[in-house]
């Protein structure tokens, strides 16, 4: 699996979108870049997924780059309760594991 | 439709002992991988059980087993308990097969802590 970089923390306004980078540089033609995230104490939530282009669901906006190096996580409005660590992973589609970093804590303040 | 379940959610045992914890995947999938998380060491993959064959394996010591049945609910063991071993044990279970774009989303139940003293 394709090492994944993301900040340690960052901060967002109640009700403002959320940007969370991750940069996957080594990434291979067949990984796709997966998101989850954790809230405390609770197993880890899956939000989205893509390989190349981008993805909307319900939960989340998913931005990957043309050379699929970095893509950016969007939280559109974001509340209290995404306050979360949030998990970047590339991995092959048919790989049960996934090789968690340490994530991007994101603290939403009102 | 259930989610993942876990049980039990708490467990004490004493250095020496075995454990055995249990994950019921939902309904449907097929594919249950393990993970350990400790504060020090974060989120580590510790095996996925694939049709009741271990499918991927990662970098834990013999001590940690696993299985999985016919139903697809899958168990993990670790014997010889170690203090180390205390963390959260989370299983995720994904349909873990054929095409789609959600074959391989994992939704993770809420845990066992294991705590060793």
């Known amino acids: 699996d394709a090492k994944t970089t993301q900040p340690p923390s960052m901060d967002c306004a109640e009700g403002r979108a959320a940007n969370l980078p991750c940069n996957h540089s080594t990434i291979s033609g067949n990984e796709y870049v997966y998101w989850y995230r954790q809230i405390h104490s609770q197993g880890p939530q899956y939000i989205i997924h893509g390989l190349k282009n981008n993805e909307t669901n319900e939960m989340a906006s998913l931005i990957i780059t043309e050379d699929r190096k970095s893509s950016t996580l969007i939280l559109p409005h974001a509340t209290l309760r995404d306050t979360a660590v949030y998990y970047c992973?590339?991995?092959?589609?048919?790989?049960?594991?996934?090789?968690f970093g340490d994530g991007t804590t994101l603290t939403v303040k009102p | 439709k259930a989610g993942v379940t876990q049980t039990p959610r708490y467990l004490i045992k004493t250095r020496g002992q075995q454990v055995t914890l249990s994950c019921s995947p939902i309904?449907?999938?097929?594919?249950v991988s393990w993970y350990q998380q400790t504060p020090g060491q974060g989120l580590q993959f510790l095996f996925e059980?694939?049709?009741?064959?271990?499918?991927n394996k990662g970098n834990f010591p013999g001590r940690f087993s696993g299985r999985q049945f016919s139903n697809s609910r899958s168990e993990m063991n670790v014997s010889t308990l170690e203090l180390g071993d205390s963390a959260l044990y989370l299983c995720?279970?994904?349909?873990?097969?054929?095409?789609?774009?959600?074959?391989?989303?994992?939704?993770f139940g809420p845990g066992t802590r294991l705590t060793v003293t």
């Open positions: 309904s449907g999938h097929r594919s």
């Open positions: 059980y694939f049709s009741e064959t271990q499918r």
């Open positions: 992973i590339a991995l092959v589609a048919n790989a049960g594991k996934s090789t």
């Open positions: 995720a279970s994904s349909l873990g097969s054929g095409s789609g774009y959600k074959t391989y989303e994992q939704y």
